[in-house]
């Protein structure tokens, strides 16, 4: 490119680039990039040619190379040394970019679980149809009341992205069923996109009956009450596990606001409605 005769004050160059006089100032003093001339008078001027290198040098900052880093590729640039930079950036681009990524899967799957809230009626049971979904899982009781040595456990097995995406409880049909909601069979997260675990289990896609407490959940076991009496009348068999999840614990000043989840797959019994009637989907009990 052609050399441009425009010389360009401090003050103009740094308002080109939409960057402080300062740093072009403190840029200049430790020799990372000078201005073109300096006049009698002691003022920088810089040319128009000086932008390219300039937006260059603001790009491997934005890349987190520290200056003393982009001095030292400043001093003797070659081709071999930038392709390994761009390399190693690329990488480190690419792994912000997943990270990014569950972080906007978090965000979304919270709007969506307050969203949702907002559209529940007290000690409401629906029938809903769910897709297939993926759950990373691990044993626990909850027989033990100091939660500190599981939480550190279960950051190091799934990481502090899953633990975001909520930490729910799961229990067996058969404990509902005899009431033992002293054990349960353990813990589980909705599993995040590319994440990975030894212990992973898949939530059957079907119908779910489901069951939102409001309050503490020494109230849970009442609303397990009623989900076993709501399948009993309606013909319904609850199979499987029953999956338990807080909703709305990061909008909530007052616990007794807390919404907890319940959802139990459900099968018709057999000979339990006359032949072709249906169960609406999305029932409502208040």
Same mark, same amino acid.
């Given at each position: 490119? *052609?050399?441009?005769?425009?010389?360009?004050?401090?003050?103009?160059?740094?308002?080109?680039?939409?960057?402080?006089?300062?740093?072009?100032?403190?840029?200049?003093?430790?020799?990372?990039?000078?201005?073109?001339t300096k006049g009698d008078n002691g003022y920088r001027y810089y040319n128009f040619s000086q932008s390219i290198d300039f937006e260059y040098i603001r790009m491997l900052k934005d890349l987190n190379m520290s200056i003393e880093e982009i001095q030292?590729?400043?001093?003797? @640039?070659?081709?071999?040394?930038?392709?390994?930079?761009?390399?190693?950036?690329?990488?480190?681009?690419?792994?912000?970019?997943?990270?990014?990524?569950?972080?906007?899967?978090?965000?979304?799957?919270?709007?969506?679980?307050?969203?949702?809230?907002?559209?529940?009626?007290?000690?409401?049971?629906?029938?809903?149809?769910?897709?297939?979904?993926?759950?990373l899982i691990l044993p626990y009781d909850f027989s033990e009341d100091d939660f500190s040595d599981l939480f550190t456990y279960i950051k190091d097995v799934w990481s502090i992205e899953q633990i975001r995406m909520g930490i729910g409880g799961f229990?067996?049909?058969?404990?509902?069923?005899?009431?033992?909601?002293?054990?349960?069979?353990?813990?589980?997260?909705?599993?995040?996109?590319?994440?990975?675990?030894?212990?992973?289990?898949?939530?059957?896609?079907?119908?779910?009956?489901?069951?939102?407490? *409001?309050?503490?959940?020494?109230?849970?076991?009442?609303?397990?009450?009623?989900?076993?009496?709501?399948?009993?009348?309606?013909?319904?068999?609850?199979?499987?596990?029953?999956?338990?999840?807080?909703?709305?614990?990061?909008?909530?000043?007052?616990?007794?606001?807390?919404?907890?989840?319940?959802?139990?797959?459900?099968?018709? *019994?057999?000979?339990?409605?006359?032949?072709?009637?249906?169960?609406?989907?999305?029932?409502?009990? @208040?």
């Amino acid at each position: 490119m *052609k050399k441009s005769k425009i010389q360009l004050t401090t003050a103009q160059f740094a308002k080109l680039h939409e960057v402080n006089k300062r740093t072009l100032h403190y840029y200049d003093t430790i020799g990372l990039f000078s201005p073109d001339t300096k006049g009698d008078n002691g003022y920088r001027y810089y040319n128009f040619s000086q932008s390219i290198d300039f937006e260059y040098i603001r790009m491997l900052k934005d890349l987190n190379m520290s200056i003393e880093e982009i001095q030292k590729y400043l001093h003797t @640039p070659d081709s071999d040394s930038f392709i390994k930079i761009a390399e190693t950036k690329e990488k480190e681009i690419d792994a912000q970019i997943q990270n990014l990524k569950r972080v906007r899967q978090i965000l979304h799957a919270k709007k969506e679980q307050v969203k949702f809230c907002d559209t529940l009626q007290e000690q409401e049971i629906r029938i809903t149809e769910c897709e297939e979904e993926e759950y990373l899982i691990l044993p626990y009781d909850f027989s033990e009341d100091d939660f500190s040595d599981l939480f550190t456990y279960i950051k190091d097995v799934w990481s502090i992205e899953q633990i975001r995406m909520g930490i729910g409880g799961f229990i067996s049909v058969d404990r509902v069923l005899n009431e033992e909601f002293d054990d349960y069979d353990g813990i589980y997260t909705p599993a995040l996109s590319g994440s990975s675990s030894a212990q992973r289990a898949i939530k059957p896609r079907g119908k779910y009956l489901c069951g939102y407490q *409001k309050g503490a959940w020494d109230k849970l076991p009442l609303m397990y009450a009623r989900m076993v009496s709501f399948a009993e009348e309606n013909g319904f068999k609850l199979v499987g596990y029953a999956y338990e999840m807080g909703l709305n614990e990061f909008v909530i000043a007052d616990k007794n606001d807390y919404i907890t989840q319940i959802m139990i797959r459900i099968e018709e *019994k057999r000979n339990s409605r006359e032949e072709g009637t249906r169960f609406p989907v999305e029932n409502i009990l @208040p």
